[in-house]
């Protein structure tokens, strides 16, 4: 069966507080996008609306002074993008080829050229797979488990509590020194019989005199009752064999987080992890036209709010690019959608057929001279 072939200006990947910010300012901006995100999938752990609706309250969220439940952020979102005419499609992106523009993305039914494509594709959290990880009601999730401290630590549930970080790496010390803020105290479950982590953070972490550390150690389930949520994990000790339940009232998963950029590889730039690279003046890729925002190209935030800050850039990136308007790249220079680089001192512009125009006063007032 021949693939529906659809065309747009603006074309946006994922509906996460980055995605359909980006949308709302577009829509906004009368550049009708079109955002696709892909169908909700257990196995996956894809939900459209992206990480926070896998969540319960959302305490940080400005403008929400009693906190508000994560699904129902994203609806609030999503009905807001709605009424400036987004339009929506549940599919997963399978391929997309940014040699040229328009770029070409690939669904199981749909080809998709995309003038601009703003990438709000999120990170996953890593999850350990057992028992009782799973969101309620399957599991403990958002009743007791998590992977974000910043997000849940504060809650009610934690304050003055045992709690467990699963985890060795830099993402777990951070994670358990975050939380000895709330919780009476922090024990640190780790496989092997030395930390991952950075040798400050580990530093800091074993001078905290509220966390404790069990090695060689893995988590094997999470257990607990609907009416209390986590009562406690069930422990396996690798060197001895020995199983127990180990009481707490919390469990934080930090073992790291994997940026959704598999797609891109090969295309557009990105750190060691996978996270996209962005100019930082602005939302570009190192490809003009492709732009970046939310979890995807941020691996040192990662909350609801940079999400949609960085959603509300790419949007404003994607228009002025649109508009002929030059956009900073990750290289220093500015590029317009005619292919015209502008030196990062602003002196020259080299035009797309390679012809170098002078940009200074200086060199123009000497031009006219001769
Ligand atoms: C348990 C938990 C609790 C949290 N609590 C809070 C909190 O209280 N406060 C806070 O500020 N932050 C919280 N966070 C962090 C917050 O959820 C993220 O920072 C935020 O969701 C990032 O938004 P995003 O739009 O970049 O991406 P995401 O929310 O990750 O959304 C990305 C979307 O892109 C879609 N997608 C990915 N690849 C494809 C593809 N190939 N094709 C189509 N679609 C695709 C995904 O399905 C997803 O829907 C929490 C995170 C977790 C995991």
Request: hydrophobic share 40%; aromatic share 6%; charged share 25%.
């Amino acid at each position: 069966m021949a693939k529906k072939n659809l065309k747009r200006d603006v074309v946006i990947i994922g509906s996460g507080p980055a995605g359909l910010t980006a949308a709302i300012y577009s829509a906004r901006a009368n550049l009708r996008p079109l955002l696709i995100d892909a169908p909700a999938d257990a196995h996956k752990q894809t939900a459209p609306g992206g990480q926070l609706m896998i969540t319960t309250d959302v305490e940080n969220y400005p403008g929400f002074s009693e906190g508000i439940q994560g699904p129902e952020l994203m609806a609030e979102f999503r009905q807001q993008a709605e009424r400036f005419g987004t339009e929506f499609l549940e599919a997963w992106i399978n391929e997309v080829d940014l040699a040229e523009r328009p770029f070409t993305l690939y669904t199981d039914e749909q080809t998709i050229e995309a003038e601009t494509l703003i990438i709000a594709s999120g990170a996953s959290a890593k999850w350990l797979g057992i028992p009782g990880e799973a969101k309620i009601p399957a599991g403990f999730g958002g009743n007791g488990v998590s992977a974000c401290a910043t997000c849940d630590g504060p809650l009610p549930h934690f304050r003055n509590k045992t709690i467990v970080v699963v985890g060795g790496g830099d993402t777990a010390m951070e994670e358990a020194t975050f939380l000895t803020r709330y919780a009476g105290r922090v024990v640190v479950v780790h496989r092997r019989d030395k930390l991952r982590a950075s040798k400050i953070m580990q530093e800091k972490a074993f001078n905290n005199q509220k966390i404790d550390f069990i090695w060689n150690t893995e988590v094997e389930e999470i257990v607990g009752t609907d009416h209390e949520g986590v009562t406690g994990v069930k422990l396996h000790d690798l060197k001895t064999g020995e199983k127990r339940i180990f009481p707490c009232a919390g469990v934080f998963i930090a073992i790291g987080h994997k940026p959704n950029t598999d797609l891109f590889k090969g295309q557009l730039d990105m750190d060691e992890v996978g996270y996209l690279k962005t100019s930082g003046h602005s939302t570009s890729t190192n490809i003009p036209g492709v732009f970046a925002c939310g979890d995807v190209q941020d691996s040192v935030y990662r909350q609801a709010v940079t999400a949609a800050g960085t959603g509300c850039m790419s949007a404003i990136d994607a228009e002025r690019f649109l508009d002929h308007l030059p956009v900073a790249m990750p290289t220093g220079e500015e590029v317009t959608i005619e292919g015209e680089h502008i030196s990062p001192d602003h002196r020259a512009i080299i035009t797309a057929d390679g012809h170098l125009i002078p940009n200074s006063p200086e060199i123009m007032a000497q031009e006219d001279c001769e």
